[in-house]
């Protein structure tokens, strides 16, 4: 339908709208027309996607100054859906307006899920496959293969090339698969297409590290205009993207295989003084006058950017010092010697990269002003070698990352060198952490650089947390309830057990043998009541593993067992694939299963149990970070100082967003319906529930607080049979609104 939403003509591929969706749009409309950011949180299952899409889609056609809309994800198969609902919206528009509904729109990934050589693309890692395409694409390669006919090029590439400004995708939405044929089609390299098409898009969507990560987003995002719309989808765990984009971790193999990688590299200096003097006397002259004005790191050998974010990094000469390739190679052993030298340690040491950089410049004359150059001149000195297996020199890479970023920031960072694991004590495994404690660092860039930035998910709440973890002022901040013709979410607090002793996996009670036995017949008595599939999540690995092997021993298992069969999600991705698939063989035959799984695991953050794989999900405690994690602890110092956020308030707020996560998994559209069990006393109190989003606390009623395994299992009945009458199509139709109802909404308004 197409309606008017105060002044815009939004053009919706559906005869009938919810009312959140509605809403959604009206306040996303006010952030866009605002010019400011917006934080909203809508549940899961009420078309958030397509109300994104077809709001920005129409203010981009009504306003032509407008940029492009750039859609971030966090995985691939999310990124394929986005665009799949886009293709459904574009042939709607297409249909009404015609060709003035034209647009072009296109997903970017990495080479790995793009490229379509034959030999590249059977490469198994991204490293190796980045590699193996430069080996082919390089600019020095190409040059020597004029005179060399035996040196291999990419087809595709030389096609692209070839091609010049006139490669040009038609009008359309191109999913990676379609560029990947259309690429074959025409013979050129879909990746490079792609790249190259960013300029020319409507829409372009891509992955959370192209925006956030520096590293990235100077070799991909540099050039999108400041009128271009920001959306990040699923951004519930943004900050954590955020830090972990600034962090380095340096273990003892890595710097042993840096030095090795620093050997390889001397002697190349040397092949090359003897056959090429020129090229390095050329680089010593370009360096002289500085990197950034002669754009000595040029496209299309795109190595990656500065880690360091953009406003920080000096313009200008790089110090005399380092100038020369075997000066600058002696200043990268003296400053990796001091590494080795401080990671070995007999206890954990902890220190500002201020400190750090004063002591590392009296004991081993490596000043910091000098570290701020090191990734900007070890990029430049891998081009004039001419070097293309770069997934060799991933070790010296990080160590030049760790030495730019601890040269280059003195607030918002901390070093710490741990000998060993504390959950491992016995296992002797050094590692040097240089972690970024402040996630406003990494956004601040793009929320500077774009005028709407539109942070969304479903598990956003408390909302009042984000503003001040991300350092932004939004112009919008709303939290949107669910509309449902039946009740088909069933929020509950299982608080004790059979014998009516407390459930919790607090520290002092996790391993008593009275909880495991009491969590265990929770498990045994819902999968005899709950049809299909059930999904557990456990607050970590370790705890995961402890509890099954007990439960396997009292028997529990077993009784499982007798009714659904159980597959265990671990560390290996392969594994829980096949587990996962498994699975959902187990829940279509009608034999059934339980999925045993962990909140912040990959299965907890991508995948869903929509339907009969997911009648219920069964939160096993509260999902708090590891508290004794020494970076934990000076982030929660640093926010207090920083940003006034009380310890208890972060913990809670992340333990909770955790687990609102994990149960959102069971419902993922209103015709579908299942429970979420909230398996730990703690729950029970005001202030832990409270931090749930509101479209759970609003079915949470008074009666579904404080209950017994037994109680439990009565409710579950209950509820799955009331489930199981048949649901009146036409009945979920009075939670829809009509191009009629909102017109006399618009009226009203």
């Keep these: 339908m197409k309606f008017n939403l105060d002044g815009l003509d939004v053009y919706f591929p559906y005869e009938y709208i919810y009312p959140e969706q509605y809403s959604y749009m009206r306040e996303l409309k006010h952030a866009l027309d605002a010019k400011g950011h917006g934080l909203l949180e809508m549940p899961t299952g009420t078309g958030k996607t397509i109300s994104l899409l077809s709001l920005i889609t129409s203010y981009q056609l009504a306003h032509p100054e407008v940029g492009k809309l750039v859609y971030c994800t966090r995985t691939v198969p999310e990124m394929e859906k986005v665009l799949a609902e886009l293709k459904l919206l574009q042939e709607y528009r297409l249909e009404r307006i015609g060709k003035r509904a034209q647009m072009i729109a296109l997903g970017l990934s990495s080479r790995k899920n793009m490229c379509i050589h034959p030999s590249v693309a059977e490469e198994r890692s991204r490293e190796s496959v980045d590699a193996k395409c430069r080996k082919l694409t390089s600019s020095w390669v190409r040059v020597k293969s004029v005179d060399d006919p035996d040196i291999e090029l990419c087809d595709f590439f030389e096609e692209y090339e070839k091609t010049g400004a006139e490669a040009l995708l038609p009008p359309g939405i191109y999913t990676l698969q379609d560029l990947r044929v259309f690429g074959r089609k025409k013979g050129w390299c879909p990746y490079f297409l792609a790249r190259h098409m960013i300029a020319f898009v409507n829409v372009v969507v891509y992955s959370y590290q192209y925006l956030v990560d520096p590293k990235v987003s100077q070799m991909v995002s540099k050039e999108l205009e400041r009128e271009c719309i920001v959306v990040f989808d699923e951004a519930h765990n943004i900050d954590n993207v955020c830090i972990e984009a600034l962090s380095v971790n340096l273990r003892q193999q890595t710097l042993d295989s840096a030095g090795r990688n620093i050997s390889k590299l001397k002697s190349k ?390 687990a609102a996560q994990c149960v959102g998994r069971v419902i993922r559209s209103k015709s579908d319906y299942g429970m979420m069990i909230f398996a730990d006393k703690r729950y029970n109190r005001h202030e832990k529930r409270d931090k749930l989003p509101k479209w759970i606390t609003s079915h949470l009623i008074d009666a579904h607080l404080n209950l017994s395994t037994d109680m439990v299992a009565h409710v579950a009945r209950d509820f799955m049979r009331r489930m199981a009458q048949p649901f009146d199509i036409h009945a979920g139709q009075k939670s829809l609104l009509s191009k009629e109802q909102l017109m006399q909404m618009g009226a009203g308004a």
Aim: with cysteine; proline share 5%.
């Design 269 to 658: 200096v040397n092949l090359m003084k003897q056959k090429d003097a020129q090229r390095l006397t050329d680089e010593y002259n370009r360096l002289v006058s500085g990197l950034a004005q002669q754009g000595a790191l040029t496209a299309p050998d795109d190595w990656l950017g500065n880690p360091a974010l953009p406003n920080d990094i000096l313009r200008e000469s790089v110090p005399g010092n380092i100038r020369r390739a075997e000066h600058f190679l002696t200043f990268l052993s003296r400053f990796l010697e001091y590494l080795k030298k401080r990671l070995n340690v007999r206890q954990v040491e902890s220190q500002s990269p201020r400190s750090f950089v004063q002591h590392c410049a009296s004991d081993v004359m490596v000043e910091g002003r000098t570290l701020r150059f090191c990734y900007d001149r070890f990029t430049s000195l891998m081009k004039t070698l001419e070097i293309v297996d770069t997934d060799e020199y991933t070790p010296i890479q990080l160590v030049a990352d760790f030495g730019t970023l601890v040269g280059t920031y003195t607030k918002g960072f901390i070093l710490i060198i741990e000998p060993f694991d504390e959950r491992m004590p016995s296992v002797p495994d050094p590692v040097l952490q240089l972690a970024c404690l402040d996630a406003s660092l990494a956004i601040r860039p793009v929320f500077e650089k774009f005028q709407s930035v539109i942070i969304t998910s479903g598990t956003l709440s408390p909302l009042d947390l984000y503003p001040k973890l991300l350092n932004v002022n939004p112009v919008v901040v709303q939290s949107f309830q669910m509309t449902l013709t039946r009740e088909c979410i069933c929020p509950l607090v299982a608080t004790r057990g059979m014998d009516h002793s407390a459930m919790s996996t607090k520290f002092d009670m996790r391993d008593d043998p009275g909880v495991i036995r009491n969590y265990g017949k929770l498990v045994a008595e819902l999968s005899a009541v709950i049809p299909d599939g059930m999904v557990c999540f456990f607050v970590s690995y370790a705890y995961m593993d402890s509890i099954i092997q007990q439960w396997h021993d009292k028997g529990i298992l077993e009784e499982i067992m007798k009714h659904k069969l159980v597959f265990i999600e671990t560390q290996d991705v392969v594994e829980t694939s096949l587990a996962l698939d498994n699975f959902r063989r187990a829940c279509d035959c009608g034999r059934g299963g339980v999925f045993f799984s962990v909140a912040r695991g990959k299965v907890a953050e991508g995948i869903d149990f929509d339907r009969h794989y997911g009648r219920c999900v069964i939160m096993i405690g509260v999902p708090f970070q590891y508290t004794l994690s020494r970076i934990l602890r000076a982030r929660l110092e640093y926010l207090r100082e920083t940003f006034q956020i009380k310890e208890s308030d972060f913990l809670s707020f992340d333990a909770v967003r955790q």
